[in-house]
């Protein structure tokens, strides 16, 4: 038996993974801890967090008007 590789999120779900994750990262950046192995997982967690945001980040589709000239900000 593998791995199920397709999952089906609302926007909603996704909104509430990001934002838990945003909160996770938001809490190991305030976290100074002078311990330093606790330090070092908590970089590892960070990094992690950084790289699953990512790419969910990668795999939206932005909606884009395309009947009018497109001008950002």
């Known amino acids: 038996m593998g791995y199920n590789t397709n999952f089906e999120m609302g ?4 909104e509430i993974v990001e934002d838990a994750l945003r ?3 938001n809490q190991l950046s305030k976290s100074s801890s002078s311990n ?3 330090c070092l997982t908590g970089k590892k967690e960070i990094s992690e967090i950084q790289s699953v945001l990512g790419s969910l980040h990668n795999q939206k589709l ?4 395309t009947d ?6």
Request: charged content about 25%.
């Open 11 to 14: 926007l909603k779900e996704l």
């Open 23 to 25: 909160f996770r990262l």
């Open 36 to 38: 330093a192995k606790t």
């Open 62 to 65: 932005w909606y884009r008007p």
């Open 68 to 73: 009018t000239p497109y001008v950002s900000g």
